[in-house]
């Protein structure tokens, strides 16, 4: 029998003590594997420990049973074509399975595994191997990755049963190497039987039996009727084609001694996938559940014997390859999806005949809520959706129906956007917060003047997002101002939004807080540094009740403390400053620190 499958099945039928299960649980009688051949197995009992007393062999450690094997079942294949290998071995999910995949040609010198997996099954995985989960498991812890073999090269499988609780398990070769040689993947000359290993196909199909054997005179074919073989009537030709289950025998008549061959024939049921329904959708960031769809597929159909997949193209059905995921993140607009319904024990068993529109309708993603400014004074500024979509109505709590509006007032603003189709309804808002913005009001302008260099921080009535700078300086977050010189400045302050700017005009001379006209030659007079950066300005000084006891200019910059050449009694004296703007207004000077004391 020739099959060009892209799966190669193993179909492991459940143990039971009356069957014909090919089944080894030691190396040394591990089962060979051809690339047709199906193999009925599970596991029956412990057997040897093919590991020596070992606790560990790779990723495997000691059962229950304190060795590595507790329910094992052996297999042995050689490779040959080079290429990418793969398998799964898949089982009920309530059951634990552990392998280990040796390159070896003798039991007695297996070496580490090259593949190997022991992770427990808590998450009810109903498959593991190596390879790409059949369910389409991304990252599947079950999972090992993939293997490239080359021709001569042979193989020891073991799948061990920790949970010992088992009903029997499936393998499936998968990979690259079973695309480019369908027929010589794995070497058959291992097979030593004439009717070669047990063969499976699907329902519907014909297994063609061969016997062909040199000097033969004769065949008669056989049947087991499970109460022993009973001759099939009329077969006695070299090759017989088989459509129904069961083990045959085969009776090759020579000239001295007769050649008996038995071989077990399985056919898998051929799935019928049933029609689904057309789905529309919205648009979201989270994607269509395909899986939703399992049940329509299905119908009565068991989704434990049968498996359910989704694919962009027929032809990737057909071949059972490139899944798409669920949740699937559809694009906008109608899109094809073909489903492909496989029998899980024999993926060649399928059916890719339905598939089903998709209408993704476009709901664009608004983002989140957003909070705009407008300014005090007859402000205004533009909220909704820069980029609209001519396919989508837009509608606002205010009642209007653009993407876009003008808002002047502060409020809440809740835009709306819809696309319907049918009976499905996209519908997503936006909530947009408008808040007035604070236009800033200076409050003072604290200018340290002792010291040549000042100090000046600007306090505000009310704090908000204002931005500060002095002069031409460029604007800064900061309200401090350090290491400002003598003279005219004008402080700017201006909303971070652009709703407007102030300014204040401010005057900074140095000063000493005290001064001590005692004659030592310390500090003997009052003066102000920096008067001649003003234009005209005139100093004034005076007495706690406010009586003018001196008054200068900028060619008299100082102050002996004296008024009518006699000295004034220890006490504070306050000061005014006058000056000439650019523009030639005479002004005086605000926020000036006007006091000092004078001391003996």
Known sequence: MQIAPNYITLLLLIISVAGYAQVSSDCSTAIPICYDTPINGGTNGFGADDFNGQTSSGCLEATTTGAIESNSA??????????????????????????????????SNLGEPVRCNFFDNREGASATGVGEDPNGIADSVQYEDWLTVTPGEQYYLMVNNFSNNNDGFSIQFTGQIFTTNPY????????????????????GEIVTLDATTEDATGYNWFINTNSGYQQITGEHDAILEVTGDGTYRVEVLTGSENLISDVQVSFSAVPVAMAVQDEVVCQNEIGFSLTDKDAEVLGAQSAEAFLVSYHSTLSDANLGINRLESPYLTNPGE???????????????????VQFELNTLVSPDLGPDETALICANNGSVQIGVDNPDSSINYSWSTGEVSPIITVTTPGTYILTTENSFGNVNCIRTKVFTVEESIIPEIQDIVVDDFSFKATVTVNVVEEGDFQYRIDDEDFKETAVFENVLPGLHTIHIRDAFGCGVVREEIVVMGFMPFFTPNGDGNNDVWQIYGLEELSNPVVAIFDRYGK??????????????????????PTDFWFSLQYENDQGERRTAKYIQNHFALKL
């Open 74 to 107: 052996w297999y042995y294949f050689r490779i040959g074509a080079s290429g990418q290998l793969g398998f799964n071995i898949q089982h009920r999910p309530e059951e634990d399975w552990d392998f280990a995949l040796y390159r070896a040609t003798d039991c």
């Open 184 to 203: 010589d993947a794995l070497d058959c000359d291992i097979l030593d039987n004439i009717l070669g290993g047990p063969k499976v196909a699907c329902q």
């Open 335 to 353: 899109e094809i999806i073909y489903v492909r319904l496989t029998n899980r024990l024999n993926p060649n068993c399928y059916d890719a005949s």
């Open 548 to 569: 003018l006891l001196k008054q200068f200019g900028p060619n008299d910059t100082s102050w002996d403390g004296t008024y009518n050449n006699v000295l004034m009694p």
